[in-house]
């Protein structure tokens, strides 16, 4: 029985970093969220691959209880993308999008998925996350990822799908672009006020900002020495928060502080190499020890007042 469902893409990504240049190597949304969340809860993964697609690639995801059946083979190819970074590693830039079979994509889901606590709506066409939430059993905490591609070209869609979620984690700037609002804290105010309780914004080296009803909470990213490729990071840090939720099955404003270091904590894995594949290599003690390493970091005593 699954816990976590999340729906998105499976990916061939060729991505130009200053560091490296990669191509065709496994990515997407959902697949980069799985990779990270299936080590905190049984994940079901709903996603359209093409008929180049090798599912052995992602045979290793099954030995961490992902449960793959949500996976369906189409007539045509994989989605593709294609982007590069400059020395902002922040800011990627979109060279291709090749939607290929999620174009025509009408996921079938198990129904035992539907039953799941924890649902995320990775980054994927918004009408397809609709569709997914129309069919939702409640009570469940659904959270919704979207990026400019989808803002720019289904606006209204989008909108729709918001408002019908709990939460939603987006970067910094696709917040500003969808709200219209510079200050994170009143683009914040104006989705929470569309539906969702709390928003969770990603700023890549720069960590993450989270506004919920009752107040704000800001966690830095863990520093890193190398940095080669943060495509996925996003994903990842999804994966890891969704993960260390449905694992302590319960949200409330502190969980969702804890879910937040979980998340950077996976993520700032994702960067030290190209695709999925630092994640895809990881062990649980190395999460448990970068834990205590990022904890250190945040310490200092309390500073005494006259
Ligand atoms: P991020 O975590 O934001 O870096 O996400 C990167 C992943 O998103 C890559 O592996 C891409 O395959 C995938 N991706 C890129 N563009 C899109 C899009 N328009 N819709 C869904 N997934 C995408």
Same mark, same amino acid.
């Given at each position: 029985?699954?816990?976590?469902?999340?729906?998105?893409?499976?990916?061939?990504?060729?991505?130009?970093?200053?560091?490296?240049?990669?191509?065709?190597?496994?990515?997407? &949304?959902?697949?980069?969220?799985?990779?990270?969340?299936?080590?905190?809860?049984?994940?079901?993964?709903?996603?359209?691959?093409?008929?180049?697609?090798?599912?052995?690639?992602?045979?290793?995801?099954? @030995?961490?209880?992902?449960?793959?059946?949500?996976?369906?083979?189409?007539?045509?190819?994989?989605?593709?993308?294609?982007?590069?970074?400059?020395?902002?590693?922040?800011?990627?830039?979109? $060279?291709?999008?090749?939607?290929?079979?999620?174009?025509?994509?009408?996921?079938?889901?198990?129904?035992?998925?539907? &039953?799941?606590?924890?649902?995320?709506?990775?980054?994927?066409?918004?009408?397809?996350?609709?569709?997914?939430?129309?069919?939702?059993?409640?009570?469940?905490?659904?959270?919704?990822?979207?990026? !400019?591609?989808?803002?720019?070209?289904?606006?209204?869609?989008?909108?729709?799908?918001?408002?019908?979620?709990?939460?939603?984690?987006? !970067?910094?700037?696709?917040?500003?672009?969808?709200?219209?609002?510079?200050?994170?804290?009143?683009?914040?105010?104006?989705?929470?006020?569309?539906?969702?309780?709390?928003?969770?914004?990603?700023?890549?080296?720069?960590?993450?900002?989270?506004?919920?009803?009752?107040?704000?909470?800001?966690?830095?990213?863990?520093? $890193?020495?190398?940095?080669?490729?943060?495509?996925?990071?996003?994903?990842?840090?999804?994966?890891?928060?969704?993960?260390?939720?449905?694992?302590?099955? !319960?949200?409330?404003?502190?969980?969702?502080?804890?879910?937040?270091?979980?998340? &950077?904590?996976?993520?700032?894995?994702?960067? @030290?190499?190209?695709?999925?594949?630092?994640?895809?290599?990881?062990?649980?003690?190395?999460?448990?020890?970068?834990?205590?390493?990022?904890?250190?970091?945040?310490?200092?005593?309390?500073?005494?007042?006259?």
């Amino acid at each position: 029985m699954i816990n976590l469902l999340v729906i998105g893409t499976i990916a061939y990504d060729s991505i130009e970093s200053p560091f490296g240049k990669v191509e065709n190597v496994l990515g997407g &949304s959902a697949l980069h969220f799985t990779n990270a969340a299936s080590f905190f809860t049984d994940v079901g993964i709903v996603a359209a691959v093409g008929r180049d697609f090798d599912l052995k690639d992602i045979k290793f995801l099954e @030995e961490r209880n992902v449960d793959i059946r949500g996976i369906s083979i189409e007539e045509g190819n994989t989605f593709r993308w294609e982007g590069r970074y400059g020395y902002d590693l922040n800011q990627a830039i979109t $060279l291709k999008t090749e939607l290929n079979v999620i174009e025509r994509f009408k996921p079938h889901i198990p129904d035992d998925y539907l &039953s799941a606590d924890f649902i995320f709506l990775a980054n994927i066409d918004p009408e397809l996350q609709t569709y997914v939430i129309d069919q939702i059993k409640r009570p469940a905490i659904i959270v919704l990822d979207t990026m !400019n591609f989808w803002i720019e070209n289904k606006f209204s869609a989008l909108m729709d799908a918001v408002k019908k979620v709990d939460m939603i984690i987006v !970067n910094e700037s696709e917040l500003r672009e969808m709200t219209k609002e510079y200050s994170l804290v009143k683009a914040a105010r104006k989705i929470m006020e569309l539906g969702p309780s709390c928003v969770v914004v990603k700023r890549g080296e720069y960590g993450v900002f989270m506004a919920e009803r009752n107040g704000l909470f800001l966690a830095p990213a863990f520093p $890193l020495e190398e940095v080669f490729d943060p495509t996925g990071a996003g994903d990842t840090f999804a994966g890891g928060f969704m993960g260390y939720l449905a694992n302590v099955g !319960n949200v409330n404003p502190e969980t969702i502080k804890q879910a937040i270091i979980m998340g &950077s904590v996976m993520a700032s894995f994702n960067v @030290e190499d190209f695709g999925i594949n630092r994640i895809k290599r990881l062990g649980y003690d190395e999460i448990k020890d970068r834990y205590t390493a990022f904890k250190r970091c945040l310490n200092f005593g309390d500073i005494k007042f006259k």
